[in-house]
Structure formats: C-alpha cells, structure tokens
C-alpha cells in the first residue's frame, strides 16, 4: 500500500494563499479532499495520472489549482484567495474515478493525517 503524506497547511489571513504538498501520488489518479470540523470529507480538486485532466469542486473554480510532477512523486493544490470557509483538513488521495457535474470522485477508502489550513485574521 502506498503512503501518502500532506504537508504545506498552515494559518493565512484571508485573501492569502498556501500550497499544499502530497507525497507519494506516483502515476495514480489522485485527489484532494477536505473535512471541516462539524462536516463531512468533502471533494476539492482531482488530477488524472500524468496531470492532462483535472475537475474541481465549483467553490473552488478560479481560486485553486491541483498539479503534480511525477519526477518528484508529488501532487500539488495552490490556494489563492482564500477565505475563512476553506479553512478544514486537507487530504490527499488516489481516486478511482475524477468525478464530473454527475457523479462526483471516488476516493480509495485509506486516509492519511491530513494537513490543517486556518483562514483567520
């Protein structure tokens, strides 16, 4: 099994920007998810294996992009403009499907520690 891990969260002041790390992604479909506290997981963004096809979450079209290098086994999420409903545990993982505006992704069952982003000022 493949061991994944997040990294890059963080506190930033609204209007701010972080880019979250996942290590481990190989040539996998992968995805990034999120959990708020008080909420379910959520979809955020997903990539196909060498980065060709991407589908996001509609709250976050224009503010966030998912990328990958396969070379360095690692898939990214920039986070820009960011407002205090993003803040949550963010999750990488692979999926096995990327979802689209019918069914949305499918993420594999295992979940990592995730990693924290705080949108406050």
């Known amino acids: 099994q493949v061991h994944m891990v997040e990294s890059g969260g963080g506190l930033v002041q609204p209007g701010g920007s972080l880019r979250l790390s996942c290590t481990g992604s190989?040539?996998?479909?992968m995805g990034w998810f999120r959990q708020a506290p008080g909420k379910e997981r959520e979809f955020v963004a997903t990539?196909?294996?060498?980065?060709?096809?991407?589908y996001y979450a509609d709250f976050v079209k224009g503010r966030f992009t998912i990328s990958r290098d396969n070379t360095m086994n690692t898939m990214y999420l920039q986070m820009n403009s960011l407002k205090p409903e993003d803040t949550a545990v963010y999750y990488c993982?692979?999926?096995?499907?990327?979802?689209?505006?019918?069914?949305?992704?499918?993420?594999?069952?295992?979940w990592g520690q995730g990693t924290q982003v705080t949108v406050s000022s």
């Open positions: 190989a040539q996998y479909a």
């Open positions: 990539i196909n294996w060498n980065g060709g096809t991407t």
């Open positions: 993982n692979r999926v096995f499907t990327l979802g689209s505006s019918v069914t949305p992704p499918s993420p594999f069952p295992t």
